[in-house]
Nanobody
Framework: QVQLDESGGGLVETGGSLRLSCVVS????????MGWFRQAPGKEREFVAA????????HYADSVKGRSTIRRDDAKNTMYLEMNTTEPEDTAKYYC???????????????????????WGLGTLVTVSS
């Protein structure tokens, strides 16, 4: 059984940095395109970032572009999201997702694409204090 486990959430001050990790178990992470979504209280889940299988192609939501980096280390079966200059609006539960079939990271931001993704983690909560 393939599983995604997120970690790295917690309390961050406005303007601070965070690094989230997502470990894949049960199958090589290199089999998957991977990405991050988030859901703030009372809001719908939204796309954050995605990365292609070999890491050569990435795609970011406008809300995090320029202050976030998604990367992967398939030797460790792990994907990361690093975010700088955090804002209270970044407060959300962050979910790792993986898919073998939606191969273009750009496609992950298409409305409704998340409903087709193969695997999800349980999420890690990030709170940015104002």
């Amino acid at each position: 059984q393939v599983q995604l486990d997120e970690s790295g959430g917690g309390l961050v001050e406005t303007g601070g940095s965070l690094r989230l990790s997502c470990v894949v178990s049960g199958r090589p992470s290199s089999d998957y395109v991977m990405g991050w979504f988030r859901q703030a209280p009372g809001k719908e889940r939204e796309f954050v970032a995605a990365i292609s299988r070999k890491g050569g192609d990435t795609h970011y939501a406008d809300s995090v572009k320029g202050r976030s980096t998604i990367r992967r280390d398939d030797a460790k079966n792990t994907m990361y999201l690093e975010m700088n200059t955090t804002e209270p609006e970044d407060t959300a539960k962050y979910y790792c997702a993986a898919d073998r079939f939606i191969s273009s990271p750009d496609s992950w931001s298409t409305q409704g694409a998340d409903t087709y993704l193969e695997l999800w983690g349980l999420g890690t909560l990030v709170t940015v204090s104002s």
